[in-house]
Nanobody
Framework: QVQLAESGGGLVQPGESLRLSCEGR??????IGWFRQAPGKEREAISC????????NYVDSVKGRFTLSRDNARNTAYLQMDNLKPEDTAIYYC?????????????????????WGRGTQVTVGT
């Protein structure tokens, strides 16, 4: 069983940065995915990192602005978000599942993951 908790969300102005954290028990053996959901929209995949951290993928809309990393010794994954835009406003969720079930080389979907955090709100702009 993996329990996940996101933190680090908040209100920022366009162009500013935030770093989200996803902490979980049973963490080192699991691939981690980050998703976001804006009001009235479907949950969207942002990025994925495998258990060893050597395979990372990003959706085109965040490439070059977001960086996903993990520290297995701390049971934590980090999503560094730079040059934030108003369209990045959403609730951000991390999700986990066993490495053998997730291939971060390809597009990921919410249905691929069994374990979810409760989300953290990111708001960009006034």
């Amino acid at each position: 069983q993996v329990q996940l908790a996101e933190s680090g969300g908040g209100l920022v102005q366009p162009g500013e940065s935030l770093r989200l954290s996803c902490e979980g028990r049973g963490f080192p053996y699991f691939a981690i995915g980050w998703f976001r959901q804006a009001p009235g929209k479907e949950r969207e995949a942002i990025s994925c990192i495998n258990s060893s951290g050597d395979k990372i993928n990003y959706v085109d809309s965040v490439k070059g602005r977001f960086t996903l990393s993990r520290d297995n010794a701390r049971n934590t994954a980090y999503l560094q978000m730079d040059n934030l835009k108003p369209e990045d406003t959403a609730i951000y969720y991390c999700a986990a599942d066993r490495d053998e079930r997730i291939d971060c080389s390809f597009e990921i979907y919410p249905s691929d993951f069994d374990y979810w955090g409760r989300g953290t709100q990111v708001t960009v702009g006034t």
